[in-house]
C-alpha cells in the first residue's frame, strides 16, 4: 500500500439506530424507524433495532474495540429522539448525557469524536406534523444542532449535519422502502429541499457554539451509460442529477440542477443563498456504481436501473467497483473545481455472510480485497489532485441494516446478536495494520 499524506484521517463509522438499543431508556421517544419496523413486511426479517448492537449499553467495550484498532476517528451518530423526544422543546438531559459519556470515552481513547446529527431517525412526533415534507422541520432541525452543540460543541471534532440525504428522499419518501415508507416518486422534491435547508441552518447554529469543522455527508454513485441511444444518454443524465448533483450543486453554490422532480414554488427567497453556506469538508460514501438505461414505455420514472456485469458481487448483490470511488473523486473534482471543499470518504464498506469457524474466528478476506481497493483508490484520487483527508470504513460493528434488518453483516467486528459477543474479523487486523504503517 502506498503512502498517504501525513494527518490523513482514518476512521470507521456507525449510526444511532443502527447500534444502540435501548430505545425506550432514559426517556428517548420513538423515531420513525420504530414505527416503520413494526409494521408487518418492511424489514426482511421481521426485527427492529429495539436491541440492535446494545451499544447504548456496552459503548465502553466498542470504544476498546476502536483504540484496538488504533483508528484517529470514530463516526457516529446522535439520535435526535434521545436529544429532543417530541423533537421539539428544551434539551433531554439524559439523553445527552449518554452522548457526553460517548465523546469523554473517545478522548481518553485518543478517538476523535466524530458526530452525525441526522442518521434518519426523526422523532415520530416530527413526522405526524409532516416530517421533511413540512418546511418547519427545517427549523427544528437547526434548534437541535444548537441544543447538541451546547452540550458537546466543545469536544466533537468534525460536525456532520445529514446523512446521505439523497436516500433518504428516495427510499424513504420516494420508492417508501425506508421509513417513513412514503411512495411519493417525485413528489418527494420537498424533503430535498428541506433536508438541504435544515442543512443551511444547522450549519449556522453549528458555528454559533463551536470551532470546530461542518460537513455534510452524501452518497455518491457513479452513472453507467448502458446501451448508446439519446434515450440512453437523457436517462443516464437525468439520473445523475438526480443522484449526484441535487444535493450537491446548491451546497456548493451553483443552485439546483435540471432534475426530474424539482418544484421552484418549494424554494422561498434566500432559501439558496441559507443552504450554500460554506462547509469545511464534503462527506462521501461511495458503495458502488449505477448502471442506467432509458425506461420501458409508459415507465413513471425517467430511466432505468440496470444491474452491471462483468464485476463480483457482495451479499447485497452490489457491485465490487473501487474504480468507481476514483472516477467519482475525480469527477466531483471536475464538477466543482475551487468550489469543492476536501473530501472525507464518511462510508466505504461491503456486506458478505461472515460466519465464525470452529474456533471461533472469523475470515474475512472479500471485505480485505474489498477494503484494499477502495483505499488504493482514494490513493489514486489524491495523486491525481483531488483533496482527500480522510477515509471511514462502513461499519465497526456488525449491525441492524435498515430494511435488510439482521441479514447483513458490514463490520469489521463481528456480531453475535443472541449473545452480543463481538469477534474482531481478520479484516480488523488487516485495517489495524494499515492504520498502523
Ligand atoms: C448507507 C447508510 C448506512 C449503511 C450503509 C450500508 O447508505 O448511510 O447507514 O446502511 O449504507
Not at 430535498?192 to 443551511?200: M, N, S
Not at 409508459?298 to 457491485?319: H, I, N, Q
Request: proline share 8%; hydrophobic share 40%; glycine share 10%.
Amino acid at each position: 500500500m502506498p503512502d498517504f499524506p501525513a494527518g490523513f484521517r482514518w476512521g470507521v463509522s456507525t449510526s444511532a439506530y443502527q447500534i444502540e438499543g435501548a430505545t425506550t431508556v432514559d426517556g428517548r421517544g420513538p423515531s420513525i424507524w420504530d414505527t416503520f419496523a413494526r409494521e408487518p413486511g418492511r424489514i426482511v426479517d421481521g426485527s427492529t433495532g429495539d436491541e440492535a448492537c446494545d451499544h447504548y449499553h456496552r459503548h465502553a467495550e466498542d470504544t476498546a474495540l476502536l483504540a484496538g484498532l488504533g483508528v484517529s476517528a470514530y463516526r457516529f451518530s446522535i439520535a435526535w429522539p434521545r436529544v429532543q423526544p417530541t423533537g421539539a422543546g428544551p434539551a433531554h438531559a439524559a439523553g445527552l448525557d449518554f452522548y457526553d459519556r460517548l465523546v469523554d470515552g473517545l478522548l481518553a481513547a485518543g478517538v476523535d469524536p466524530v458526530a452525525t446529527l441526522f442518521h434518519w431517525d426523526l422523532p415520530q412526533a416530527l413526522e405526524d406534523a409532516g416530517g421533511w415534507l413540512n418546511r418547519d422541520t427545517a427549523a427544528r432541525f437547526a434548534e437541535y444542532a444548537d441544543l447538541t452543540a451546547a452540550r458537546l460543541g466543545d469536544r466533537v471534532k468534525l460536525w456532520i449535519t445529514l446523512n446521505e440525504p439523497f436516500i433518504h428522499m428516495s427510499l424513504g419518501h420516494g420508492i417508501g422502502t425506508h421509513a417513513p415508507g412514503r411512495m411519493l416518486l417525485f413528489d418527494a422534491f420537498p424533503v430535498a429541499h428541506h433536508q438541504l435547508l435544515g442543512h443551511g441552518l444547522a450549519v449556522a447554529a453549528l458555528r454559533a457554539r463551536t470551532a470546530s469543522p461542518v460537513a455534510i455527508a452524501n452518497n455518491y454513485s457513479p452513472v453507467r451509460q448502458v446501451g448508446d441511444t439519446d434515450a440512453d444518454r437523457a436517462a443516464a443524465q437525468a439520473y445523475d442529477a438526480l443522484h449526484n448533483r441535487l444535493f450537491t450543486d446548491p451546497l456548493l453554490g451553483r443552485g439546483y440542477p435540471d432534475a426530474p422532480g424539482l418544484d421552484p414554488a418549494v424554494i422561498h427567497d434566500g432559501d439558496l443563498d441559507v443552504l450554500a453556506a460554506p462547509i469545511d469538508v464534503l462527506g462521501v460514501n461511495y458503495y458502488n456504481p449505477t448502471g442506467i438505461r432509458a425506461p420501458e414505455e409508459g415507465s413513471p420514472l425517467p430511466f432505468e436501473m440496470v444491474p452491471l456485469d462483468g464485476y463480483p458481487r457482495t451479499a447485497f448483490d452490489w457491485p465490487v467497483a473501487p474504480d468507481g470511488l476514483r472516477e467519482l473523486l475525480l469527477q466531483l473534482h471536475d464538477r466543482y473545481g475551487d468550489a469543492l471543499p476536501p473530501i472525507q470518504v464518511t462510508e466505504s464498506g461491503c456486506a458478505y455472510d461472515d460466519v465464525p469457524d470452529a474456533q471461533g474466528r472469523v475470515d474475512d478476506p472479500e471485505r480485505i480485497a474489498y477494503l484494499d481497493g477502495h483505499v488504493r483508490a482514494v490513493h489514486e484520487a489524491i495523486t491525481a489532485g483531488v483533496p482527500v483527508t480522510g477515509y471511514f470504513v462502513w461499519s465497526l460493528l456488525d449491525n441492524w441494516e435498515w430494511a435488510e434488518g439482521f441479514t447483513k453483516r458490514f463490520g469489521l467486528v463481528h456480531v453475535d446478536y443472541p449473545t452480543q459477543r463481538r469477534t474482531p474479523k481478520s479484516s480488523y487486523a488487516w485495517f489495524r495494520d494499515l492504520v498502523r504503517r
